[in-house]
């Protein structure tokens, strides 16, 4: 295929071909470094009169000397050891071996894994290449950092006889899909993260449409602490980048988003199922990037993605909080949510959306209820299962005396 007929690939097509190039380029670098690894066993150097291998290669491939050692040691600490009785050794680092052999990782990972696992137990090697999988080398060092921290902590604990001085700490592991926080605040701090999250933490009140709030305590202070993220990324003080509030991007192909298939993928690798897409789209912190498909439909995505300040603003007048039948959330926990999704032609305007809490918006992108606007007001429709008469439903708890008109 020629460099002409790239341009009549569609974008995604065009991307997935980049990475395939990058995969086989890396197994290639892996035959490579076998091949270095072996001129390096048989003596090459001194047999060619040079004074090492690296010498050698920057001669002979004009690499500067400094890249030439980077290879020769990836090259080493991934190759089988021959001791001099001839018996074979594993490799150094043999859980790196084998995934750079699938073309997994690049050399500057590689020379990551390597230098982090000079401070860490064998051990450590599994969760370093796993991390290393999923992530760029420059984080690799910090997890590899983090790593031998926590250890060297462990060690020390024993032996402190002096309480150290108090320290605000926040610890952050991603386990899969789920990142996992735990944090030790000091008693300002605290009191103050617990004002914050308590009433955000109190059960919904009971309605008929959905009965008792059934959340456990953690549930309810675990949602609340998202609440209390999401407050903060709409809140008006965060910095700006670009005029638009530092946010995540969701990257998707636009068949998928179509058929609501496979996976969307957010700044940090973390993958979403194409089904939660469209409520992280009407998400304030979310910004959805399409691959592929009818440039239309890119170009709506990228003007009607989410909505700005003065449509917000209309929204927050007009329906004074979630809009959901009995919910009592005020504005500054609500989403804007499309009543119609912008791949589907729904618009960017008042007309077009409602406010709705994060339990709600789930409810809503997640079930068969359906929300239209009825003179203005954000009517819901129950599903047949909860009401085999379908009657439409207004919520009344911000202000008395709305109904659904006839
Ligand atoms: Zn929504
Ligand atoms: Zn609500």
Redesign the pocket.
């Known amino acids: 295929m020629s460099e002409r007929d790239f341009r009549l690939l569609a974008t995604d097509e065009l991307l997935a071909a980049v990475v395939g190039d990058v995969v086989e380029i890396r197994v290639l670098e892996n035959v490579m470094m076998q091949k270095i690894a072996e001129l390096s066993r048989r003596g090459a150097a001194s047999e060619l009169g040079y004074r090492n291998v690296a010498q050698l290669l920057r001669h002979a491939v004009r690499w500067d000397l400094k890249t030439a050692r980077q290879w020769v040691d990836r090259a080493e600490s991934l190759a089988q050891q021959l001791t001099p009785t001839g018996s074979v050794l594993e490799p150094e680092l043999p859980i790196t071996a084998a995934v750079v052999a699938e073309g997994a990782l690049s050399g500057e990972h590689i020379s990551a894994v390597a230098e982090v696992m000079k401070d860490l137990p064998p051990a450590a090697e599994q969760p370093v290449v796993e991390f290393a999988q999923a992530h760029e080398p420059s984080a690799v060092r910090a997890f590899g950092k983090e790593l031998a921290y926590r250890l060297h902590q462990q060690d020390a604990e024993p032996n402190e006889a002096e309480p150290k001085p108090s320290a605000n700490r926040l610890r952050m592991e991603w386990k899969g899909d789920w990142l996992e926080v735990s944090a030790k605040l000091d008693k300002i701090a605290g009191a103050k993260f617990e004002a914050m999250i308590d009433p955000l933490a109190k059960p919904r009140p009971t309605t008929p449409e959905e009965g008792p709030d059934p959340r456990s305590r953690a549930e309810r202070e675990g949602d609340a602490f998202a609440d209390l993220v999401d407050l903060m990324l709409r809140a008006d003080r965060l910095p700006e980048h670009g005029g638009e509030p530092v946010t995540l991007t969701l990257t998707m192909p636009y068949e998928g988003l179509v058929a609501q298939t496979g996976f969307g993928t957010l700044d940090n690798h973390v993958r979403v199922p194409a089904t939660l897409v469209?409520?992280l789209?009407?998400n304030a912190g979310v910004i959805p990037v399409v691959l592929g498909g009818r440039s239309e439909a890119m170009d709506i995505g990228r003007k009607a993605r989410t909505f700005p300040a003065a449509i917000r603003r209309l929204l927050v007048a007009r329906d004074q909080g979630c809009t959901f039948p009995g919910c009592d959330r005020p504005p500054k926990h609500c989403?804007a949510?499309?009543l119609r999704f912008w791949s589907e032609g729904g618009g960017t305007s008042v007309t077009n959306a409602a406010l709705?809490c994060r339990h709600h918006?789930t409810l809503?992108?997640r079930s068969d209820w359906e929300v239209k606007l009825h003179n203005g007001v954000p009517t819901f429709v129950p599903p047949a299962w909860l009401d085999p008469a379908r009657t439409p439903r207004t919520n009344t708890a911000h202000r008395a005396g709305r109904h659904v008109a006839a």
């Open positions: 469209r409520r789209a009407c989403d949510h499309h709705l918006h809503i992108h």
